[in-house]
């Protein structure tokens, strides 16, 4: 009996062993986890179907009410709009401040500000193809700008 014990004793502490480390491996090295941009885009149907008549961010797709959007502040001047209805009118020559937000928070920090642009872009056409007074090149030039200084 007490020779079986010394016998066997080593391939206990073995099996111990190769029970620990097998263990601190799959601790430490965990399967592959998925980003939160993946998490993100995996909730996006569901967010748009909750909430059918609300925008979202244009790369993740999360509606804004479950993702907070980046606002873009841009400046334009002479900008004429909201345009003259009779020929008597003066154009209005007006300086403003507009917000745009085609990407969340999350999104908006993920990309460089060359990545963000042709979500703004699609934005921006999107703005035009629904009212087209508002296609504006000078408009664009300056959303361009805010978003490439970083906006
Ligand atoms: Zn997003």
Known sequence: MKASLYFFAPFMICLVAVAAVTFL???????????PFENRKRLAL??????????????????WADVEPHDTYYHTENY???PST???DQPK????????????EYCWSELT????LPYYRRVWELWHKYD???????????????????K
């Open 25 to 35: 491996i799959s601790v430490s090295v965990p399967a592959s986890k998925p980003t």
């Open 46 to 63: 569901a967010s748009q179907e909750k909430n059918p008549t609300m925008s979202f961010c244009q790369r993740c797709g999360l509606t």
């Open 80 to 82: 004429n709009y909201p």
């Open 86 to 88: 009779q020929e008597s």
């Open 93 to 104: 020559i007006s300086s403003c401040t507009y917000g745009i937000f085609p990407l969340c």
């Open 113 to 116: 500000p060359e990545e963000r």
């Open 132 to 150: 087209p007074i508002k296609n504006d090149e000078e408009q664009w030039r300056q959303i361009e700008k805010a978003v490439l200084e970083g």
